[in-house]
């Protein structure tokens, strides 16, 4: 079992694409209406959209290699890129997503640990995500990894707003 980590660059725009809205379809298609499914996935993970994230020194995306085939990514702020001002001492984990044919390889377990280095480099000394409150399966394992819940904020899905936790941790 060999596990990579890279770094996502413009020339990954397509494949970034791909896996964006394979894993968050797979993740969330069951709990929501295909119209806001649909909205959603047209706005978060348009071409233009992705591009002007990698593009952005404040962001970092990672892929995630099991045995030499794509599994998942990653997605880091700081500074102005964090989707709510958490302040200069945080790093966001906005997107920690694995196909549903690598979960439970401890793959998520992977990601956590790099974002976790990255916040390290950059002098931050928490962590905080947000996580939709009806996601009990990444709420556990974030539990799990040491984070707790801080507060929450609303996440629009299509039409349709929902409630995400925001889950922080402190580093030590």
Same mark, same amino acid.
């Given at each position: 079992m #060999?596990? *990579?980590i890279t770094k996502c660059s413009r020339e990954d725009l397509q494949t970034l694409q791909k896996i964006s809205i394979d894993t968050f379809h797979d993740t969330f298609k069951d709990q929501n209406t295909p119209e806001n499914m649909e909205a959603y996935l047209a706005k978060a993970f348009h071409s233009e959209q992705l591009e002007r994230e990698l593009a952005n020194p404040s962001s970092e995306i990672y892929f995630v290699y099991f045995n030499e085939e794509l599994a998942g990514y990653l997605k880091v702020n700081?500074?102005?890129a964090q989707s709510e001002k958490? $302040?200069?001492e945080f790093l966001e984990i906005e997107r920690i997503y694995i196909r549903s044919p690598f979960q439970n390889? $401890?793959?998520g377990k992977h990601l956590l640990n790099k974002a976790i280095e990255i916040a390290?480099?950059?002098n931050k000394s928490k962590l905080w995500l947000g996580v939709w409150e009806k996601n009990r *399966? +990444?709420? +556990?394992f974030y539990n799990k990894m040491g984070f707790i819940q801080t507060g929450a904020h /609303?996440?629009?899905m299509g039409d349709e707003e929902q409630t995400d936790f925001i889950m /922080? *941790? #402190?580093l030590v």
């Open positions: #060999t596990i *990579k700081i500074n102005d958490m $302040g200069e390889h $401890g793959l390290m480099d950059q *399966k +990444a709420i +556990a /609303s996440f629009y /922080s *941790k #402190t």
